[in-house]
């Protein structure tokens, strides 16, 4: 079966940074657009940013939008979340996920037909 599992939360100050990274396996990863999403503690899961299959096109939230980068590395089945200039608001449980067959709009979570656990990262003021 297909499983996702994030890794790279942690503990960081304001203005910090962070990669989170996502290896995944039981489907041909390169066949497949990946998203990053988050959920902070009493809110929505929200859309952060996502890459197609190739790598060559890119998606971001407003919010993170210059300060996080997503980029992939087929050959190892991996995405990552470069994130930078991290500020409080930040704060949630990461997820990765992968978008179902045929998906195009990539900030809708009905997208996406596969997520991992979760990793969390908290930014401290």
């Not at 100050?13 to 990274?21: D, E, F, N, V």
């Not at 993170?64 to 991290?86: E, P, W």
């Amino acid at each position: 079966q297909v499983q996702l599992v994030e890794s790279g939360g942690g503990l960081v100050q304001a203005g910090g940074s962070l990669r989170l990274s996502c290896v995944a396996s039981g489907r041909t990863f390169s066949s497949y657009a990946m998203g990053w999403f988050r959920q902070a503690p009493g809110k929505e899961r929200e859309f952060v940013a996502a890459i197609n299959w190739s790598g060559a096109s890119t998606f971001y939230a407003a919010s993170v939008k210059g300060r996080f980068t997503i980029s992939r590395d087929n050959a190892k089945n991996t995405v990552y979340l470069q994130m930078n200039s991290l500020k409080p608001e930040d704060t949630a449980v990461y997820y990765c996920a992968s978008v179902r067959s045929g998906g195009s709009y990539y900030g809708e979570m009905t997208e996406y037909d596969y997520w991992g656990q979760g990793t969390q990262v908290t930014v401290s003021s």
